[in-house]
């Protein structure tokens, strides 16, 4: 009928962001560059679709925070955040289900440079039309995530570990420390709005370094990010779900808090 038809329109209509899809769309050809569009592009693709988007997200949920107080226009800006994630499940879509080739032959630092660079370009002209560049530094998540890592470091030298894999689902184990610290944060701070901002940048951020990390470390240094059995653990049900959901608390929690104090 009538209300279905308009509700498909409108719903086509909000899954088109050209900003998302160029986040999105451009640093996974620029993965598949890395080792000249072969297999085992494709399987880099499939490894980073999402956190791909999912970084694309949390920039989005970043630069919503600055605006939480505009009610009007929440909504609209909570469901544009989400559109790059749709982009990376049709990115991950079409290269997934082939042979995973983790071979490095067809790859080279300078490829691997270009890469990077693409990806991080990207990322920093997002940030900067999100919220501006400033918003995205917080020494606390910075100082979660590298401690962190040197804690893990430590742990492995004192119990002795030789060649210690699978550091992509350590970085992720990470920021979901770190994203609960932040979340525990708010619960805590309910009634008073100026920590609830603080402790939702400390979520948000916190995941979005790690996730940087898990990017970056994939391309350069795939024998230790990958896991003993050759993934990645940034699927769907290991990363974007999980993450889906307590990114759905955070904003449950940043929207009735925002109703509640106004």
């Not at 992509?168 to 609960?180: D, H, M, N, P, T």
Request: glycine residues 10%.
């Amino acid at each position: 009928d009538r209300a279905m038809y308009d509700f498909f329109m409108i719903l086509l209509s909000n899954l088109w962001d050209l900003p998302s899809a160029i986040f999105v769309g451009i640093p996974l050809l620029g993965f598949a560059y890395t080792y000249s569009f072969t297999e085992s592009g494709l399987t880099l693709i499939s490894d980073l679709a999402y956190p791909v988007g999912l970084i694309a997200l949390l920039i989005g949920l970043v630069g919503l925070l600055q605006n939480i107080s505009d009610l009007d226009a929440l909504p609209i800006a909570l469901a544009t955040a989400h559109v790059p994630l749709i982009y990376a499940a049709i990115g991950h879509g079409i290269v997934c289900g082939g042979r995973r080739d983790l071979s490095e032959t067809d790859s080279s630092p300078v490829r691997k440079s270009l890469g990077t660079i693409i990806f991080l370009a990207l990322t920093l002209w997002a940030a900067n039309e999100s919220a501006g560049l400033g918003i995205f530094v917080l020494l606390d998540a910075l100082v979660f995530t590298f401690v962190g890592i040197i804690a893990l470091v430590c742990a492995d030298r004192l119990l002795n570990k030789q060649d210690v894999v699978g550091w992509s689902q350590r970085l992720l184990g990470i920021a979901l420390f770190c994203f609960l610290c932040g979340l525990i944060g708010m619960l805590a701070n309910l009634d008073e709005r100026r920590a609830i901002g603080p402790a939702a940048a400390l979520s948000l951020l916190g995941l979005l370094y790690p996730l940087i990390l898990v990017v970056i470390g994939r391309i350069w240094i795939p024998e230790k990010m990958l896991n003993k059995n050759g993934s990645n653990g940034t699927g769907l049900l290991n990363l974007v779900v999980p993450v889906l959901f307590g990114v759905l608390a955070l904003s449950g929690l940043l929207v009735s808090s925002t109703f509640y104090i106004s």
